[in-house]
């Protein structure tokens, strides 16, 4: 088996499971996974959430400023 750095040797990527058609997955597999992406969504909310509200904090903060 040839390293992972070495030319010639394909690298192995990771890929998503979807568990409609995953026969092996128990039903706490599934439920694990559903939480584990509803935890993903969740965290990229609140980060654009937070930059939305540090723009609109700026904006506000600017017109004032020239008011």
């Known amino acids: 088996m ?3 750095g ?3 040797e394909a690298a192995a ?4 499971i979807d568990p409609a058609r995953e026969p ?3 039903p706490e597999q599934r439920r694990l996974m559903a ?7 969740q965290r990229a909310l609140q980060r654009r959430l937070r930059s939305r509200n540090v723009l609109l904090a700026l ?3 600017a017109v004032t400023f020239g008011i």
Do not use: H, M, T
């Not at 990527?13 to 998503?16: E, K, S, V």
């Open 2 to 4: 040839a390293a992972p």
């Open 6 to 8: 070495e030319p010639g």
């Open 13 to 16: 990527f990771a890929r998503r």
């Open 24 to 26: 092996g997955l128990s």
């Open 35 to 41: 939480q584990v992406e509803y935890a993903q969504r």
């Open 59 to 61: 904006g506000i903060g």
